[in-house]
């Protein structure tokens, strides 16, 4: 059983930064892939980062390539991701999710467990 709780959303201007935290309790993911989901109003979650169980390979979507790296610290059961010169078009709910095995996967339907999501504002 793993649960787990992003941390880290909040109000940014675009051009600014934030780094989202998603700690997992319960059973440790230090084996298992995990990634982060988005979600905006009257939208489908979309794939946005994932990483694999040792952190040594990782996936993101093209919207978000160069600007937010995804990283783990399997020691402290948490995964991060950094978001850099953010647009308001990454306004959205974001979530992280476990994966159910080891490997990268940009397919939601592959994760087993998620969080309860954090929310990120853009102005400008």
């Known amino acids: 059983q793993v649960q787990l709780v992003e941390s880290g959303g909040g109000l940014v201007q675009a051009g600014g930064s934030l780094r989202l935290s998603c700690a997992a309790s319960g059973r440790t993911f230090s084996k298992n892939a995990m990634g982060w989901f988005r979600q905006a109003p009257g939208k489908e979650r979309e794939f946005v980062a994932t990483?694999?169980?040792?952190?040594?390979?990782?996936q993101y979507a093209d919207s978000v390539k160069g600007r937010f790296t995804i990283s783990r610290d399997n020691g402290k059961n948490t995964v991060y991701l950094q978001m850099n010169s953010l647009k308001s078009d990454d306004t959205a709910v974001y979530y992280c999710?476990?994966?159910?095995?080891?490997?990268?996967?940009?397919?939601?339907?592959?994760?087993?467990?998620w969080g309860q999501g954090t929310q990120v504002t853009v102005s400008s």
């Open positions: 999710g476990g994966g159910r095995t080891g490997l990268t996967t940009r397919y939601a339907y592959h994760y087993d467990y």
């Open positions: 990483i694999n169980w040792s952190g040594g390979n990782t």
